[in-house]
């Protein structure tokens, strides 16, 4: 075999591995497959569309506010911020999960780097990922897991974690409504 063809092998199996450490890691935290994908979920896209509640909702990091788009299907969640140019600085992703896990995210088909913070159902910091790179396409995606279960994550532009001082144990607050 050519070195080409390696590499597209080796590629596709990377891929493919990923992709099943992944399942696995979400496995036992599946969403019901009648609930329905919000088509209006980006309050930070192009067209300042809003969530279901027809509202923005927000994610208070200390004293900085930030606008979410909410993940709560598997769909929205597998999705994330994959294949987005960029983020704005004041907005983030809020995957909602329906119970407490050790839920793994990576950064496949990403295009920027993020800050990934887990919190716990009391909305407590309990791990964060500072400035999490984009995945090399030749190689494997690194899953980021919590030391601790969440039951939110949020990510945000890379280096806001810093920016704001958070840290374990704080608390974030939430619009409210979002947590429902």
Same mark, same amino acid.
């Given at each position: 075999m050519s070195k080409t063809t390696w590499a #597209? $092998?080796? @590629?596709?199996?990377? *891929?493919?591995? %990923?992709s #099943? #450490?992944? !399942?696995?890691?979400? $496995?036992?935290?599946?969403? %019901? $497959?009648?609930?329905a994908v919000s088509t209006n979920?980006?309050?930070?896209s192009s067209d300042a569309a809003?969530?279901? %509640?027809?509202q923005r909702h927000y994610v208070k990091l200390k004293t900085r506010v930030f606008y979410v788009e909410v993940a709560k299907t598997d769909t929205?969640? %597998?999705?994330g911020l994959s294949g987005r140019p960029n983020l704005p600085e004041d907005a983030g992703m809020l995957f909602v *999960?329906?119970?407490?896990?050790?839920?793994?995210f990576w950064m496949y088909e990403m295009r920027f780097s993020i800050d990934i913070i887990w919190l716990d159902e009391s909305k407590q910091v309990v791990h964060i990922v500072e400035k999490a790179q984009p995945c090399n396409p030749t190689e494997a995606c690194p899953v980021f897991v919590p030391d601790k279960e969440a039951k939110y /994550?949020?990510? /945000? !532009? $890379?280096?806001? @974690?810093?920016? #704001?001082?958070?840290?374990?144990g704080d608390v974030v607050e939430f619009s409210p409504g979002l947590a429902d």
């Open positions: #597209v $092998a080796i @590629s596709l199996f990377v *891929f493919i591995l %990923s #099943v #450490v992944w !399942n696995f890691s979400t $496995a036992g935290n599946r969403t %019901s $497959a009648t609930e979920s980006r309050p930070f809003t969530t279901e %509640s027809t929205e969640r %597998s999705r *999960f329906k119970q407490p896990g050790k839920y793994g /994550v949020l990510e /945000v !532009n $890379a280096g806001i @974690s810093e920016k #704001v001082g958070l840290e374990i």
